[in-house]
């Protein structure tokens, strides 16, 4: 029943910046870290920034100082800020939240936003 639904994407040029959020709706009893990953075409998915529920926060070293990763937790939503946007960073971008889902004995578990894509040009 849980859902996570992505806004914010479209292009941008080089050294612009862009604001990325995802929400999360359903039966939720409980979130717990919230992360964004991203992948461009021929490449794995990579984590790009991440923020546990006491609002820890981990990036990717080819983000670091120009991206900042937020949650509220009161709507269910994490935000991406993306500064100083570079060519390399045209990618589809994904949510993803660990989620109790349901119950209160459920286990948490990973659910997926449906991707958007970033495209930055010069």
């Known amino acids: 029943q849980v859902q996570l639904v992505e806004s914010g994407g479209g292009k941008v040029r080089t050294g612009g910046s862009l604001m990325l959020s995802c929400v999360a709706s359903?039966?939720?009893?409980?979130?717990?870290?919230m992360a964004w990953y991203r992948q461009a075409p021929g490449k794995q998915r990579e984590l790009v920034a991440r923020?546990?529920?006491?609002?820890?926060?981990n990036y990717a070293d080819s983000v670091k100082g120009r991206f900042t990763i937020a949650r509220d937790d009161r709507s269910k939503t994490v935000l991406l800020h993306m500064n100083s946007l570079k060519l390399e960073d045209t990618a589809v971008y994904y949510c993803?939240?660990?989620?109790?889902?349901?119950?209160?004995?459920?286990?948490?578990?990973?659910?997926w936003g449906q991707g958007t894509q970033i495209t930055v040009s010069s």
């Open positions: 923020i546990s529920s006491g609002g820890t926060t």
């Open positions: 359903g039966m939720i009893f409980g979130v717990s870290a």
């Open positions: 993803t939240a660990q989620i109790r889902a349901g119950s209160w004995t459920a286990t948490f578990e990973d659910y």
